[in-house]
């Protein structure tokens, strides 16, 4: 299973950075707007600026982290394509893996374990779903079978009556 839409493995790196960053400036900004606007002193006011605070404050770090990881599991994955030759579902396991298991790294060899698992169950979760939906949206496609000729519509195989057919 290919993905055809994909940048070459150098620019994919850059560009998962920037779409993970994405992803997590502006998920990570409606959560820390919703925090800032529940933890922010009584009226409106001051929740609106409590909301606006937090979402400056926090989204570009959680941005930042999203990126890091995006960055990290891109290059593992690229490192893999290159190293086994093809690129499968196993590449982004393994990948989601690694990527965890080196963010836990400073927290302990049982925090990398545990991240570790997260990461290659996460991925082979999200994996799993895609081929699943793969599968399931290429059968709505299928080509229809075309529809079999009557045999008694048919001309005779012996030949005859060919002659008057087309006078």
Known sequence: MEEYAREPCPWR??????GAFTMGALGGGVFQ?????????AGVGHRLKGSANAVMIRAP??????AVWGGLFSTIDCGLVRLRGKEDPWNSITSGALTGAILAARSGPLAMMGSAMMGG?????IEGF???LTRYTAQ?????VPFADDPSQLPPK???????QFQ
């Open 13 to 18: 790196i850059v560009d998962d950075c920037g």
């Open 33 to 41: 707007a919703v925090k800032g606007f529940r933890n922010a002193p």
């Open 61 to 66: 770090q959680i941005g930042g982290s999203f």
């Open 121 to 125: 169950i996460l991925l082979a979760l």
């Open 130 to 132: 895609g081929i699943l």
């Open 140 to 144: 709505q496609f299928q080509n229809p």
């Open 158 to 164: 012996d030949g005859a009556g060919q002659k008057g």
